[in-house]
Nanobody, 127 residues
């Protein structure tokens, strides 16, 4: 019922920047986008947590590997969540997914707590 579409991936040199976008449509049980905590994950070998933002107060949490380099934000008027990625490293390469939680609970770092996922966008960082 909730559809997510990522965009903004591509090829970039080490040290460069990219901004990923995730547009949401639809709703579940009458909830609108502003009531969903959102997260970003990436899949090099396995899917791993990157960043999340809470639905209630826009609090954020980041994986240690990206802290200080990546910034997650949201624009509820546009039903969009963003991931600004700076100082990119080759190890940041992978398929990036945005995801929405199934309830109005607080943001989570666990992929098991997210129900709706986008198709992913490829990010490749060259050295």
């Amino acid at each position: 019922q909730v559809q997510l579409a990522e965009s903004g991936g591509g090829l970039v040199q080490a040290g460069g920047s990219l901004r990923l976008s995730c547009e949401a449509s639809g709703e579940a049980s009458g909830r609108t986008f502003s009531r969903y905590s959102m997260g970003w994950f990436r899949r090099p070998p396995v899917r791993e947590f990157v960043a999340a933002i809470d639905w209630s107060d826009d609090s954020t949490v980041y994986a240690d590997s990206v802290k200080g380099r990546f910034t997650i934000s949201r624009d509820n008027a546009k039903n969009t969540v963003y991931l600004q990625m700076n100082s990119l490293k080759p190890e940041d390469s992978g398929v990036y997914y945005c995801a929405a939680q199934a309830s109005e609970g607080p943001m989570s770092i666990w992929k098991e707590e997210y129900e709706w996922w986008g198709q992913g966008t490829q990010v490749t960082v060259s050295s």
